[in-house]
């Protein structure tokens, strides 16, 4: 019995600052994510009815595909001779080839990418819900069209948005695929520092202790988003 | 909600849509690519699929994958339903709680952490890992996401039809296989391709929990990607897209023949 991995986790760099890079990646992904999932989910809330379950499909239907496939799609297109180059040559945006894989953009990328639907439906959920009436109320007191947006349908869909950023932050700090696939090697997310100390370096007690740290830092927002989950199905009831 | 959409409402969604499917196609299009040189075309051709049939190492992986996937699955679908009808039908038992967090858990904590839990597990018990440490870590993987979709169904039809059965003298086994199993079975089914196609994807899980002699589609893919984009990697991706693709598509036209609402399988939608 001994504390010793837990100590080298605090007094080595490596580990304490793969951990904060994972949190601050998981925090600026959950929040690109948001930004570009909330404008589809409503876009889809307020298309024609009929359309609504057709439109839902789509967006869920590239979660069904692998996710590794879907990651390694993007190293087909990020490559240094890729088409995201080939393109913005074309284009005459640029004239030399920039590097795009093994970077942080890269790895923002195959995130946002990979947990898109993620974000989408919980909030589509919300929206789906939302009383019209109300904004017709506000429109008849005078209410501009914006400031209803900001005073009553941003509000209600709040369950939906935290249940969506809880669902993407939680499992992108422990993230392996993606920074491993379309990330630099010079900096780590901790669940690559897992997977190192235990595949590469077979020292298993440091790497169940990186997991047991990383499961304390997730155990409140685990909680909060059981809560919300299990509250919303007795609703159901 | 209200009135029609506003052109934002439609580029939001269009991009959104070419966000999601384009990289997908682009790998469609060049496993079709005749040139090695990934980023060069050479005109249309099939042969990275005609060479992956002579890659035994694939071919291999592909079987193990699933057979893993649909034992897996089976098992998970078994599981969760059981899991299921405890949560919603038990009401407050003991330890309720505790029970469905341990459920949900694996739905969203990070694989890594799951992965090496779990090898730690094998190893405290001393099971040789292998084929079937992989099934059963599987398991552990999916079935909450079973017990997610078929809870939801349960809490949404009308119990008395059961309660009717039962007071007409239908024992309770076979209420719950007449009546109650009928009515659930679009989420059950959801719920065994949700498990199914989660068991065929999942690389970290696999890697922790895996053996000598049985690496997964997955881990095969994995360590050929690590080397760089290659032709054939393409072609096995677009089988195992068309494939899921064909998969979804014939299921929900079925539950939309079926009833008008479809359950949609996936984690959150509840």
């Not at chain 1, 993007?74 to 040559?89: A, F, K, P, S």
């Not at chain 1, 898109?116 to 909030?123: D, N, R, T, Y």
């Not at chain 1, 499961?215 to 919300?228: D, E, F, K, N, S």
């Given at each position: 019995?001994t504390?010793e991995?837990?100590g080298?986790l ?8 793969s951990?904060?890079r994972?949190?601050?990646i998981?925090?600026?992904s959950t929040?690109?994510?948001?930004l ?7 876009g889809?809330?307020?298309a024609?009815?009929?359309l609504?379950?057709?439109l839902?499909?789509?967006?869920i239907l590239?979660?069904?595909t692998s996710?590794?496939i ?10 240094r ?7 913005l ?6 004239q ?5 894989l093994?970077?942080d ?6 995130i ?5 639907p ?11 819900k ?11 007191l005078?209410c501009?069209r914006?400031k ?7 509000p209600l869909s709040l ?8 669902l ?7 993230e ?8 630099g090697?010079?900096a ?10 235990f ?16 499961l ?10 059981q809560h919300?989950q299990?509250?919303?199905?007795e609703?159901?009831? | 909600?209200?009135k ?12 959104g849509l070419a ?7 682009i ?5 079709f690519?005749?040139s ?8 249309w051709s099939?042969r990275?699929y005609?060479?992956l049939?002579?890659d ?8 193990i994958s699933?057979r ?7 098992v ?6 059981l ?8 009401g407050?038992?003991?330890?309720r ?8 858990a694996?739905?969203?904590?990070p694989?890594?952490?799951i ?7 094998f ?7 292998g084929?079937?440490?992989v ?11 079973v017990?997610?979709i ?13 309660e ?14 007449t ?9 059950v089914a ?5 498990a ?7 690389l ?28 054939e990697?393409n072609a096995?991706?677009?089988?195992m897209i068309?494939?899921?693709a ?5 299921a929900?036209l079925?539950s939309?023949l ?8 996936v984690p959150g939608a509840v």
């Amino acid at each position: 019995m001994t504390f010793e991995n837990y100590g080298l986790l605090f007094s080595d760099s490596l580990y304490w600052s793969s951990y904060l890079r994972s949190l601050q990646i998981a925090a600026v992904s959950t929040l690109l994510l948001l930004l570009l999932g909330f404008p589809i989910a409503y876009g889809i809330a307020r298309a024609p009815r009929r359309l609504q379950f057709p439109l839902m499909v789509l967006i869920i239907l590239p979660f069904w595909t692998s996710f590794l496939i879907r990651v390694y799609a993007w190293i087909n297109i990020l490559q240094r001779e890729g088409l995201l180059n080939e393109t913005l040559i074309a284009l005459g945006i640029i004239q030399e080839p920039l590097v795009w894989l093994a970077t942080d953009t890269a790895i923002y990328i195959g995130i946002v990418y990979s947990y898109l639907p993620f974000m989408v439906l919980p909030i589509y959920a919300t929206l789906e819900k939302l009383d019209e009436s109300l904004l017709e109320a506000a429109a008849d007191l005078g209410c501009p069209r914006w400031k209803a947006f900001w005073l009553v349908t941003v509000p209600l869909s709040l369950p939906g948005i935290a249940a969506g950023a809880l669902l993407c932050f939680i499992p992108i700090v422990g993230e392996f695929v993606i920074p491993d696939l379309l990330g630099g090697s010079e900096a780590m997310m901790i669940g690559q520092t897992l997977w190192m100390e235990f595949f590469a370096n077979r020292d298993w007690p440091v790497a169940s202790a990186v997991a047991v740290v990383l499961l304390i830092l997730l155990i409140v927002p685990v909680v909060i988003y059981q809560h919300m989950q299990t509250r919303e199905l007795e609703d159901a009831r | 909600m209200r009135k029609g959409p506003t052109w934002f409402n439609l580029a939001s969604i269009g991009l959104g849509l070419a966000f999601l499917y384009i990289p997908i196609a682009i790998l469609v299009i060049y496993s079709f690519n005749a040139s090695r040189l990934v980023t060069l075309w050479g005109g249309w051709s099939t042969r990275w699929y005609a060479e992956l049939l002579n890659d035994e190492a694939m071919l291999n992986a592909a079987w193990i994958s699933l057979r893993v996937a649909l034992l897996s699955a089976t098992v998970a679908t078994v599981l969760g339903t059981l899991a299921a009808l405890a949560l919603v039908r038990m009401g407050r038992f003991r330890g309720r709680l505790l029970f469905s967090g341990m459920i949900y858990a694996p739905l969203i904590l990070p694989e890594v952490i799951i992965g090496l839990a779990l090898l730690l597990l094998f190893v405290a018990v001393e099971v040789d890992r292998g084929f079937w440490t992989v099934v059963i870590a599987h398991v552990t993987l999916t079935m909450g996401f079973v017990a997610v979709i078929v809870q939801a169904r349960l809490l949404g039809f009308d119990q008395s039809v059961e309660e009717a059965a039962m007071d007409l003298g239908c024992p309770p086994l076979r209420t719950f296989l007449t009546v109650t199993l009928p009515l659930i079975a679009p989420a059950v089914a959801s719920g065994w391709m949700l498990a199914f196609t989660l068991s065929l994807d999942d690389l970290v899980i696999a890697s922790f929990t895996t053996g000598p002699g049985a690496t997964t589609l997955p881990i095969r893919i994995y360590s050929e990607v690590r080397l760089g984009v290659k032709p054939e990697i393409n072609a096995v991706c677009t089988i195992m897209i068309a494939v899921v693709a064909l998969g979804v598509v014939a299921a929900s036209l079925l539950s939309k023949l079926r009833e008008n609402k479809p359950a949609m399988p996936v984690p959150g939608a509840v």
